[in-house]
């Protein structure tokens, strides 16, 4: 339902925290689930946006 979040934020969102959220979404990555998009600020820090990976298909092919 929120695509384009942090890791941190997807952390706050659903309680379980950054860390717990990161290591999962390090799975999602490897299994070609999502992918990772562009970086912004979360609290001082920059982090990469997640992305599931059909979006980001979808997206790059109205690009073309």
Known sequence: DHPGLTAGEIG????LGHDRVWRRLSDLKNLGQIVQGSARQ???????????????????????
């Open 12 to 15: 706050e969102f659903t309680g």
């Open 42 to 64: 979360w609290r001082g820090r920059a982090q990469v946006t997640w992305w599931p990976a059909i979006m980001a298909t979808a997206q790059q092919s109205r690009l073309l």
